[in-house]
Structures are given as C-alpha cells and as structure tokens.
C-alpha cells in the first residue's frame, strides 16, 4: 500500500574519517536538500558520525549542522560499522514516532547530493517503495591515468543505469525504518555493508527502486576509506593499461562487486 502521507521525520546519516577538506561542501549540499519546497516542511536531521578522526572534521561539520542535527564519535576504522551506528540513533529517534513514520537516508562525506536528493526519494516512496538506490558520478578524473574514465564509462554503460540498475553505493541510499529494523539493519563490515543490506531488504520482500533519477557526485579519490569500496574500483580500472582489455573491464571484472 503506498503512503499517503509524507514522513514526520526523515535521518541522513553520513560517516565520516578524516574529511576535514570535503565534509563542509557535503553538508552544505544536505541543508539545501532539505529546504527543497517538498521537503522544507519535514524534520530533516542529519548525523555524522566521526570514525577515527585525527583531523578537523568535527570542527569542519560543526559549522553546516543544525541544533537539532547529531555528531558522534566511533573508534571502529570501519565504515560499515560507522554506518550502522549512526542509523542506530536513527532507529533512537524513530522509535518515539513510530518506524513506519520515518524515512533513513545515507550519503558520504566526499559526496555532494543534488537539491532534489531528499525530494527524489520520497517521490519513490509515495509511490510504495521501501528503499531506493541511485548512481555516482566522479567529481573529476585528473589524478588518473589516460583512459580510466573511458573504462569506467564502459563499465557503467555495459552494466546499465536505467530503471532496475544493480548499482548500489552507501553514498546514495534510501529506505523505509521499518524495512530496515525487520532486516536488522546493516551489518558492521569494512566493504560491502550497502550491496549488503540492499540484498536483505530484496530477500525480506520489500519493494526496492534502483533509480535512474537519483545521481549524486563523490569523490574520484585514489585511496578510499574502505577496502575494496569504490576507489579500490576506479584503481582497477587505472590499473588496466592495455587498450584490448576494455571489454574485460567493462562486462567482467566489476561483476565481482557492483557499485561499492
């Protein structure tokens, strides 16, 4: 049954480590995404959660967040576990309204989310959907090598992003509170922890959108704060030098993980 009514309070959790540089412009992208005029008239409240900081991420953060925005503090090096703490406080605040009244949202702190992100996935929602994941785009490609965007590009292309796309990435997630707590949330792994829960909530039965419409931009950095994650993806990439190899990229290779 599709919900007739917008959420009372939607959460976006965004884990962060050592983001001291790129934490301002993602948080800054999140309050213009919750002053869309399809959004602005909900309770939007964002938690960072500080993973192992050793530089001025929380002083970075603490001047896009609001009063009633959240800042914990982890020691875990892990981001699924980061992740998954910061949806816990969520559930916290879920709690006193009722789960079926909340909508959780997860992005990254080298993300930026476009104005409409929080609009877009509603929209899905109002349409009976549980959970919706979008795409990435890569801010900029200049500290790699020549061709590797043309190889990722392949990669995209030959998996697809249309409707029912199987990209899934923690930076661009979606999904119901009541979806998420019947799936006991997502699991405190170092990779993986998105595609994970992702696959839970479509073995649980609940109805998912992978969406064409939902793209948000992140980082094109070298070295990633998960192993494995997309970085270690786009390093895969720029490793492969060899111009006949392009197939192999593109329709094999990331079959062994999507997304990231």
């Known amino acids: ?11 976006v959790v965004v884990p962060a480590r050592d983001e001291e540089e790129q934490i301002g412009t993602c948080l800054a992208a999140l309050a213009l ?6 959004v602005r008239e909900i309770d939007v409240r964002i938690i960072v959660v500080l993973d192992s900081c050793t530089d001025g991420t929380a002083v970075a953060a603490m001047r ?48 930026i989310v476009g104005s409409d ?12 959907f549980d959970g919706v994941a979008g795409t990435v785009r890569v801010d ?46 997502m699991p405190a792994i170092e990779t993986g922890e998105d595609q994970a829960l992702w696959k839970a909530l479509d073995e649980g039965g609940f109805r998912l959108m992978a969406a064409d419409d939902l793209a948000v931009v992140t980082s094109g950095r070298m070295v990633g704060r998960a ?13 492969l030098q060899v111009a006949g190899e392009l197939e192999l990229a593109a329709c094999h290779l990331p079959r062994l993980r999507i997304g990231s």
């Open 1 to 11: 049954m599709e919900p007739d009514v917008a959420p009372e309070l939607v959460v």
């Open 33 to 38: 995404a919750r002053g869309h005029p399809e």
């Open 64 to 111: 896009h967040l609001d009063d009633h925005d959240e800042m914990m503090t982890e020691s875990v090096g892990n981001v699924g576990a980061a992740r998954r703490a910061g949806l816990a406080d969520a559930l916290r605040l879920a709690d006193e309204i009722g789960l079926a009244n909340v909508w959780l949202a997860t992005s990254d702190a080298d993300t």
């Open 117 to 128: 992100w929080l609009a877009r996935q509603l929209r899905w929602r109002a349409r009976g």
């Open 140 to 185: 900029s490609w200049r500290q790699y090598p020549t061709g590797t965007r043309g190889l990722y590009d392949a990669h995209v292309a030959c998996l697809g992003t249309g409707p029912g796309h199987p990209h899934v990435h923690g930076a661009n997630l979606g999904f119901s509170a009541h979806a998420y707590s019947v799936v006991g949330g």
């Open 227 to 239: 192993p494995d994650g997309f970085a270690g993806l786009l390093g895969r990439f720029a490793s």
